[in-house]
């Protein structure tokens, strides 16, 4: 009798491991799924690009029309309506749920591996581009504009895209607060200078969506995401001040995962790579995207001060 391949054994991870996302998470155990998910820095790096597929086949995703351009919601923390995060040294990183600078404290919550594989107009992969991201955190607070949260810098972060255009972040999954579906903004620039210089160009502003039934079941079974539940009865795609135009037709990620260990998402985006988009993602900073912060635009704080990138 043939024995069934064990699904942590190494070789056969790697044998397997380029037939697919879902294929993938199918065929791990929770042990290593933990190990994955659990772990930070280069450990969680090689497990997300493992969990994402080869190169060979993050190269021949189909081509998509262009993602929508969207708003920046009130709290980007990239110069457009007080601090420019993007400028401070320790935001170009692949872990985001800690803050850097002033303060180490990482936002808490279910984890969460996600990757956009960004491609120009004609499906080719955009390499050496950056990104930037940003997101609420488990009680629906951005760092740097919500209070309790003013004095961090968790869930922002910058990183290069590889020669398959794909970029990778560890952090948790968002909350969904008032009037808004559960969402990642991000940011695009060619190159790593126009992202940390403060200058730019921004070449695309959009944002990611969550599947409902995922939503739902981390809300529902995960410690600390209570009020998300009552929010997420309170508003539908279609309702979405962002996404009900086309329902998140080209933002819907595709996510796999458990609340008890953690998820791992991908979005593929095509983009305008001569583009010029304004900050705010051409609507004011106070526009849809979120209820506007409490007082004046932010100043430097000690988390968000250390020395400039």
């Known amino acids: 009798m043939t024995s069934r391949p064990d699904p942590d054994n190494e070789a056969y991870v790697r044998e397997v491991h380029d037939k697919g996302l879902a294929f993938d998470l199918g065929t791990m155990s929770r042990r290593r799924m933990l190990t994955v998910l659990g772990g930070t820095g280069a450990v969680a790096l090689a497990g997300g690009a493992a969990l994402f597929g080869s190169g060979a086949e993050a190269a021949t995703i189909s081509c998509a029309e262009e993602v929508e351009s969207e708003t920046a ?10 601090i420019d995060v993007r400028t401070v040294a320790g935001v170009v990183r692949q872990d985001i749920r800690s803050s850097f ?15 956009l594989v960004v491609r120009d107009l004609e499906c080719k992969p955009l390499a050496d581009a950056a990104v930037y991201v940003w997101h609420c955190d488990r009680e629906g607070r951005y760092s740097l504009y919500s209070a309790g949260a003013t004095e961090e810098n968790y869930l922002r972060g910058i990183q290069v895209t590889d020669r398959f255009g794909r970029v990778t972040f560890t952090s948790i999954f968002p909350a969904c607060y008032t009037g808004r579906w559960p969402h990642i903004h991000f940011e695009v620039y060619s190159s790593l200078a126009d992202a940390t210089g403060g200058a730019g160009p921004i070449r695309k502003t959009s944002q990611i969506a969550f599947p409902e ?8 079974e995960a410690p600390g995401y209570e009020q998300s539940v009552t929010n997420m009865e309170r508003i539908t795609l279609a309702t ?4 009900g135009d086309d ?6 990620a595709t996510i796999v995962g458990d609340p008890r260990v953690g998820y791992v998402a991908l979005l593929t985006i095509t983009v305008d790579p001569t583009a ?17 912060p409490s007082g004046p635009p932010p100043t430097a704080s000690p988390s968000a001060t250390a020395t400039s990138a």
Not at 213 to 220: L, S
Not at 240 to 243: E, L
């Open 101 to 115: 600078g002033g303060s180490t404290t990482q936002a808490k919550g279910v984890p969460l591996v996600f990757s």
């Open 247 to 252: 329902l998140a037709a080209r933002e819907m």
């Open 240 to 243: 979405d001040m962002v996404f």
């Open 276 to 292: 010029v988009e304004e900050p705010g993602g051409g609507m004011p900073p106070g526009g849809p995207g979120g209820p506007p």
């Open 73 to 82: 919601g009130p709290f980007p923390a990239d110069g457009s309506n007080g």
């Open 213 to 220: 039934t995922v939503a739902d079941r981390i809300y529902a």
